[in-house]
T-cell receptor, first 109, second 114 residues
Framework: QKEVEQDPGPLSVPEGAIVSLNCTYSNSAFQYFMWYRQYSRKGPELLMYTYSSGNKEDGRFTAQVDKSSKYISLFIRDSQPSDSATYLCAVNTGNQFYFGTGTSLTVIP | NAGVTQTPKFRVLKTGQSMTLLCAQDMNHEYMYWYRQDPGMGLRLIHYSVGEGTTAKGEVPDGYNVSRLKKQNFLLGLESAAPSQTSVYFC?????????????FGPGTRLTVL
C-alpha cells in the first residue's frame, strides 16, 4: 500500500468552477501535508502546506486536512485556465517525503 | 539566480552502462534530494542529503548511489543501468527546519535505458 493515494483524474472543468482535489494517507505519524503544482515538463512547485486539522486559505486556494480520517483536500475557487496542471499532494515525517501520483486538471476557457 | 539546475536534460543509455546525473543549486540550501517520477507511481524519493558530506536513503534507493562533496552539488550515479530505471529524475533542494517543506525542484532529466 502506498503511503499516499491520489485519484489521478484527469479532471476537466469550465473556467470559474470550484475544483476539489483529494488524497488519503495511511500513516498517522505524518506531520505536514503539502500541495505541489506541476506544469507539463516542469518540476513541481509548492502551493501551500498545512500542519493541523482544519483549513488554510491562500487566495483562491484552500487546503484542508482531516487527521481523524487521514484525508487531505485542495479546493480551487474561480478556476482559471492558468490553473491547468498536475496537482500533487505530499506528506512528510522527518526528512522522508511521500508524494501522491498527481491529479491532472484542465480548466477550459 | 539559476535556482536548481540539472545536467543532462536527456540521456539514452544501454542496459549495463553507467552514468552520473549532476544537480547544482545556488540558493545555499542545506538539504538536497533526488526523486524519480514514473506514470502511476508519482514522485518517489531515491536519496537525500542534509548537508555537505552526508547522504541517506529514501524510499527507492536500490541501484543508485549519491555523493554530496560540495554543498551546492548533489550527484546521482547509476552503476549498471537497467530498463526499470527509465524515468524522469528530479533534483530538489531546500532550507532546513520548517522551510524544508518547500522544496525547489530542477527541470528534470529524462533518462531512457534500452
Amino acid at each position: 500500500q502506498k503511503e499516499v493515494e491520489q485519484d489521478p483524474g484527469p479532471l476537466s472543468v469550465p473556467e470559474g468552477a470550484i475544483v476539489s482535489l483529494n488524497c488519503t494517507y495511511s500513516n498517522s505519524a505524518f506531520q505536514y501535508f503539502m500541495w505541489y503544482r506541476q506544469y507539463s515538463r516542469k518540476g513541481p512547485e509548492l502551493l501551500m502546506y498545512t500542519y493541523s486539522s482544519g483549513n488554510k486559505e491562500d487566495g483562491r486556494f484552500t487546503a484542508q486536512v482531516d487527521k481523524s480520517s487521514k484525508y487531505i483536500s485542495l479546493f480551487i475557487r474561480d478556476s482559471q485556465p492558468s490553473d491547468s496542471a498536475t496537482y500533487l499532494c505530499a506528506v512528510n515525517t522527518g526528512n522522508q517525503f511521500y508524494f501522491g501520483t498527481g491529479t491532472s486538471l484542465t480548466v477550459i476557457p | 539566480n539559476a535556482g536548481v539546475t540539472q545536467t543532462p536534460k536527456f540521456r539514452v543509455l544501454k542496459t549495463g552502462q553507467s552514468m552520473t546525473l549532476l544537480c547544482a543549486q545556488d540558493m545555499n540550501h542545506e538539504y538536497m534530494y533526488w526523486y524519480r517520477q514514473d506514470p502511476g507511481m508519482g514522485l518517489r524519493l531515491i536519496h537525500y542529503s542534509v548537508g555537505e558530506g552526508t547522504t541517506a536513503k529514501g524510499e527507492v534507493p536500490d541501484g543508485y548511489n549519491v555523493s554530496r562533496l560540495k554543498k551546492q552539488n548533489f550527484l546521482l550515479g547509476l552503476e549498471s543501468a537497467a530498463p526499470s530505471q527509465t524515468s524522469v529524475y528530479f533534483c530538489a533542494s531546500s532550507y532546513t527546519g520548517l522551510a524544508a517543506l518547500e522544496q525547489f525542484f530542477g527541470p528534470g532529466t529524462r533518462l531512457t535505458v534500452l
